[in-house]
């Protein structure tokens, strides 16, 4: 079970740390890993999975569809039975919350095997999510798909009546996930499918990621080196023995708070420059803010800067790495100088509109902040002066845990509905709580 939370949660500032940390697995390989898995041909063992909400009802969503799931949350394993693609679900109705990777990789997913009248639906919020884009492009590759109300958002029904792959172009500014979900079921598709692509793809790390992945499960994929194109051979997933990493998007909230605690010093083990996941070059970017950097093949290192100098304000495009654009505009209340923080546009239609939402909590904490198109302007507060305040986090889980790190640094900082964290990171405030013990004497 997931941890529960009060309703407000006041952050207490340390003092300069040094510490070492390895945060629980990674949501996007987990949820990933468990797709490819129900799809395999024998048995696939998944380790170092993450429970969280979002891998909860994709774990319940398969279990509703029949998939042979042994779950053992304590060595946080999974063993998958594996279909070989062929579903045989009875009719039914899937609640997949707020989990947008859920609802959009078990779309796909549904499309394959035999079966009529599964309908997957979500929380309130999740049924004004735009997701046409993705039913398009599954449609005109032969899926039946329907909706259940008069929009362009789940609910869906969805018939499996398999898919024959072909020339398909997406359109390159949607989703990664959009993409992902395709690209997953590709081998099973009854010709070879290719996935076109007329301008520059956005999250390009993830869908890297998602062709590792597949490879690994022996699927055959491979992108054109100027990414206008992704071929998928048809063929069969084998099962695996798989450790999923840890969840590098998770980890960067633990580096933010070595750069708004002057003096601090944050490792993250077992995730470098070996890492399948693109967020782990958000380490990067702190380096551009003026932190030294120590980067291996499994850990990542991040010091800020020395004899009281302040980070450095930047302005930079975050088009590949969205899900760091939150945590970079909190760790621009205490740079020096004006941040930009480019091309994120498509944060509007995650779990809340994440470009409204981050100018209205940065406002209040004394920051100047306004929005330029797919752009976002960070002036911090005139002498670093932060203003305390009671941060809403929108039933958004990066929103509480990037103002959360803020509250390290600043005083009077108040987290409302920190439990949203239960998201994807349940134990997140255990974790930041304990950055306390390892404060320098």
Not at 84 to 90: E, H, N, P
Not at 122 to 141: K, N, Q, S
Not at 385 to 405: G, N
Not at 412 to 423: A, E, S, W
Request: include cysteine; glycine fraction near 10%; charged fraction near 20%.
């Amino acid at each position: 079970m997931n941890p529960t939370h009060p309703p407000h949660l006041t952050i207490q500032p340390i003092k300069a740390f040094r510490a070492s940390v390895c945060p629980p697995g990674s949501k996007s390989l987990t949820n990933r890993g468990l797709i490819l898995a129900t799809l395999a041909e024998g048995q696939t063992t998944l380790r170092g999975v993450l429970f969280s909400d979002d891998t909860r009802v994709m774990l319940a969503g398969l279990k509703s569809l029949g998939v042979g799931l042994e779950i053992d949350q304590a060595s946080r394993t999974v063993k998958v039975q594996g279909t070989g693609g062929q579903l045989k679900a009875s009719p039914c109705r899937i609640d997949l919350g707020n989990s947008g990777t859920s609802m959009r990789f078990m779309t796909a997913l549904l499309c394959l095997g035999q079966h009529e009248g599964i309908t997957l639906d979500g929380i309130e919020r999740m049924r004004h999510r735009p997701i046409d884009a993705l039913v398009d492009a599954l449609v005109a590759l032969g899926g039946k798909i329907s909706y259940e109300q008069d929009s362009l958002c789940p609910p869906l029904t969805i018939d499996g009546t398999g898919l024959r792959g072909g020339e398909l172009r997406m359109d390159p500014a949607m989703s990664s996930q959009y993409i992902t979900a395709v690209l997953q079921v590709g081998p099973y598709m009854s010709e070879a499918l290719a996935l076109r692509f007329d301008g520059d793809v956005i999250s390009k790390p993830y869908i890297e990621m998602t062709a590792a992945l597949m490879k690994r499960f022996g699927g055959e994929v491979e992108i054109a080196d100027d990414f206008s194109q992704i071929t998928v051979q048809p063929g069969v997933y084998r099962g695996i023995d798989y450790t999923v990493e840890p969840d590098a998007s998770n980890a960067s909230y633990f580096l933010a708070a070595a750069m708004v605690v002057p003096g601090s010093t944050c490792t993250i083990e077992h995730l470098g420059r070996s890492s399948l996941q693109g967020d782990v070059k958000f380490a990067d970017v702190l380096h551009q803010m003026g932190a030294t950097l120590l980067f291996g093949d499994d850990f990542v290192t991040v010091m800020s800067p020395k004899d009281g100098q302040r980070l450095r304000g930047i302005d930079i495009c975050l088009n590949d790495m969205p899900d760091m654009a939150q945590t970079l505009a909190v760790i621009a209340l205490f740079a020096q100088g004006q941040t930009v923080i480019r091309n994120i546009g498509n944060l509007r239609i995650k779990e809340t509109d994440r470009l409204a939402a981050i100018e209205c909590e940065l406002s209040k904490l004394g920051a100047e902040v306004w929005v330029e198109g797919d752009d976002l302007y960070i002036t911090p507060p005139g002498e670093g002066q932060i203003t305390p305040a009671a941060i809403d986090t929108y039933d958004d889980h990066r929103m509480a845990m990037c103002f959360a790190v803020v509250g390290l640094g600043a005083g009077g900082i108040t987290i409302n509905d920190p439990g949203c964290v239960n998201k994807t990171f349940p134990e997140f405030f255990d974790y930041l709580n304990q950055l306390a013990c390892f404060e320098l004497n």
